[in-house]
């Protein structure tokens, strides 16, 4: 599988269940808000995060590469496998086309090592304004 680790870090804050998706959040490069009757998460660009929002920041970002059929089985098993036996923790984000995976950014080496180890192609993706 190929992985493009995207340029930006990311941060992920929680709001309430019934607040609205935040204009900042909605202007990122890259952003996902799911709502639950719990709460609003909303990930995007730390640098689109304003500062006062509290927030676990420090996030860097895998994407796989191209667009997976729904068909597919495995695809989230077999990155978070090898991360978890790495001992490196990870927060999924799934979209229509491809998956995400967050991870701290200092467990960033220790990741691509193990990804690269299990077989994966990982490449950095071109530098990107935020």
Not at 78 to 95: E, K, N, Q, Y
Request: overall charge negative; some cysteine; hydrophobic content about 50%.
């Amino acid at each position: 599988m190929k992985l493009i680790v995207l340029p930006h870090e990311f941060a992920v804050a929680r709001l309430g269940p019934a607040d609205a998706i935040p204009p900042w959040a909605i202007d990122a490069p890259i952003a996902s808000a799911t709502r639950t009757p719990e709460e609003l998460s909303i990930v995007c660009a730390a640098s689109h995060m304003p500062p006062q929002v509290p927030a676990e920041r420090g996030w860097r970002c895998l994407r796989v590469a191209g667009t997976l059929d729904f068909a597919m089985t495995g695809v989230l098993a077999s990155i978070a496998g090898p991360l978890a036996d790495a001992g490196v923790s990870i927060f999924a984000i799934s979209t229509y086309d491809t998956d995400y995976i967050l991870l701290r950014a200092y467990a960033l080496p220790e990741a691509l090592a193990a990804l690269t180890a299990a077989g994966h192609e990982v490449n950095a993706a071109p530098a990107a304004a935020d």
